[in-house]
Nanobody, 129 residues
Framework: QVQLVESGGGSVQPGGSLRLSCAAS?????????MGWFRQAPGKEREGVAV????????YYGDSVKGRFTISQDKAKNTVTLQMNSLKPEDAAMYYC?????????????????????WGQGTQVTVSS
């Protein structure tokens, strides 16, 4: 069973930075899956923030975070990190780490949350002055 353990998050002023990390365990082979971050604010749908494909490290970003957030992976540690810069009040949400099962091919819509089988418990990000 794959398990995801999140760390990071917290409260920051607008324009500030935060880093989220997610460590995965339980994969027989680390690489043939997508892993990344989704967020959900009260009253809103879950939104894909950034995900990365294990083999090759191709990253995908939601339009609202492009140029501000960077996702990276450490395959040796089975960890994915989201560096969030220039945070805005609208970035405030519960952030969830998620991962797919090992896949035989590539996803057409890698930011679609319904394709992710494994989820962390979530970590709160607050952006306010």
């Amino acid at each position: 069973q794959v398990q995801l353990v999140e760390s990071g998050g917290g409260s920051v002023q607008p324009g500030g930075s935060l880093r989220l990390s997610c460590a995965a365990s339980g994969y027989t082979y680390y690489g043939s899956h997508y892993m990344g971050w989704f967020r959900q604010a009260p009253g809103k749908e879950r939104e894909g923030v950034a995900v990365i494909y294990g083999n090759g490290g191709t990253a995908y970003y939601g339009d609202s975070v492009k140029g501000r957030f960077t996702i990276s992976q450490d395959k040796a540690k089975n960890t994915v990190t989201l560096q969030m810069n220039s945070l805005k009040p609208e970035d405030a949400a519960m952030y969830y780490c998620a991962a797919t099962r090992g896949l035989l091919g590539l996803l057409v819509l890698p930011l679609l949350h319904t394709q992710y089988s494994y989820w962390g418990q979530g970590t709160q990000v607050t952006v306010s002055s």
